[in-house]
Nanobody, 122 residues
Framework: QVQLVESGGGLVQPGESLRLSCAAS????????MGWFRQAPGKDREFVAA????????KYADSVKGRFTISRDNAKNTVYLQLNSLKPGDTAVYYC???????????????WGQGTQVTVSS
């Protein structure tokens, strides 16, 4: 049974940073592309970032490019999302995802975590 458990969300002011973590179990972590989606109140879930199995091919939504960084530690079965220069528009529940292919993790992930809330407000 695949489990993705996110942590690290919280309330921050505009311009501040957060680091989200996602601990994965029940899958061969190093064989799976990983990603992050988010869902803001009243909006559909949207892709945020993805990273390949080896970690050398990251992809970002245009809205977060240059501010967010995705990384992974295959030895710890963990994927991270560093959120810098946060804006109120980044407020959302952030979901860790895993896929059986890079295309799937970007478009239609196979597995989802329960989500962690990020709130950006002054």
């Amino acid at each position: 049974q695949v489990q993705l458990v996110e942590s690290g969300g919280g309330l921050v002011q505009p311009g501040e940073s957060l680091r989200l973590s996602c601990a994965a179990s029940g899958l061969t972590f190093s064989s799976n592309p990983m990603g992050w989606f988010r869902q803001a109140p009243g909006k559909d879930r949207e892709f945020v970032a993805a990273i390949s199995q080896s970690g050398v091919v990251p992809k970002y939504a245009d809205s977060v490019k240059g501010r967010f960084t995705i990384s992974r530690d295959n030895a710890k079965n963990t994927v991270y999302l560093q959120l810098n220069s946060l804006k109120p528009g980044d407020t959302a529940v952030y979901y860790c995802t895993a896929g059986t292919s890079y295309y799937k993790v970007v478009n239609n992930p196979d597995y989802w975590g329960q989500g962690t809330q990020v709130t950006v407000s002054s």
